[in-house]
């Protein structure tokens, strides 16, 4: 009998090739009414202002200035979606950047914008697969990430830690904030169990969150496994 083909893909590649791929900023919206329909999966990415967003968007995308690096905090706040690879069948993927939350000014709450605008697309994009959300790996989960996590969890949105900054953090930190990050995932259900341990400024790990978004298409059925582009 013949034997089926059934070798692992190989998402590192995948990732890799997926995010070679033509990059550009396709919409930014205040509020809902200025984002347009579908265009492509989105993933999300959110986290405390500061947490290394912007650089985290840079690095995975290969780009020095894509999303804009410590976007002055208190400008007007809104959403900005970068498609990869515009063809013609459409783009594969949006990674749509979030306002970064708790910022000095009132950082043990979600400001009144995120939360309106934020949520609003938490709750009513269809489009939206999966919210990264982003922890510095110097200092671990704060009161704000929590109560991001919870809000997560009451819009049914799956979502993904992601630490930031490991470059900084010595062996010891880092098991400290993986197992403080693992801790809160087992008490949050809409919180996918795999932790991925990033560094902009080294590049550790951005190969391993390419590769897990890469999965993520394949496993909804956006992407195919053998898909050379
Ligand atoms: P955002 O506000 O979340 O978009 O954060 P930025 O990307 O603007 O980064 C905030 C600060 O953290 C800047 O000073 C960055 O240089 C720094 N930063 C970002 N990523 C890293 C990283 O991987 N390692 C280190 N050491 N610093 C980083």
Avoid at 77 to 83: E, F, I, M, N
Avoid at 196 to 220: C, K, M, P, Q, Y
Wanted: hydrophobic content about 40%; aromatic content about 6%; overall charge positive.
């Amino acid at each position: 009998m013949e034997k089926l083909a059934c070798a692992a893909p190989d998402y590192f590649e995948l990732g890799r090739k997926l995010f070679a791929r033509e990059c550009a900023l396709v919409w930014a919206a205040a509020d809902l009414a200025q984002m347009p329909g579908f265009l492509a999966p989105e993933i999300a990415f959110a986290g405390r202002s500061n947490v290394g967003k912007s650089s985290l968007l840079n690095a995975l995308t290969g780009r020095k200035a894509l999303a804009r690096t410590s976007r002055t905090p208190g400008r007007t706040q809104a959403l900005y979606s970068y498609a990869l690879g515009n063809h013609p069948g459409g783009a594969d993927i949006c990674l749509v950047d979030m306002p970064g939350y708790g910022y000095a000014a009132a950082p043990k709450e979600l400001s009144a914008t995120w939360t309106g605008l934020s949520q609003n697309y938490l709750r009513d994009r269809a489009a939206l697969l999966r919210v990264m959300l982003l922890i510095d790996g110097r200092h671990g989960p704060k009161s704000a990430d929590t109560e991001t996590m919870t809000l997560l969890d009451r819009a049914a949105v799956s979502y993904q830690i992601v630490l930031t900054k490991k470059d900084e953090a010595n062996a010891l930190e880092r098991d400290t904030i993986l197992a403080a990050a693992q801790e809160l995932i087992a008490n949050h259900p809409a919180a996918h169990p795999r932790v991925i341990f990033t560094s902009s400024r080294s590049g550790e790990g951005v190969g391993d969150l390419r590769a897990e978004i890469a999965r993520l298409l394949v496993e909804r059925g956006t992407r195919r496994a053998d898909d050379q582009r």
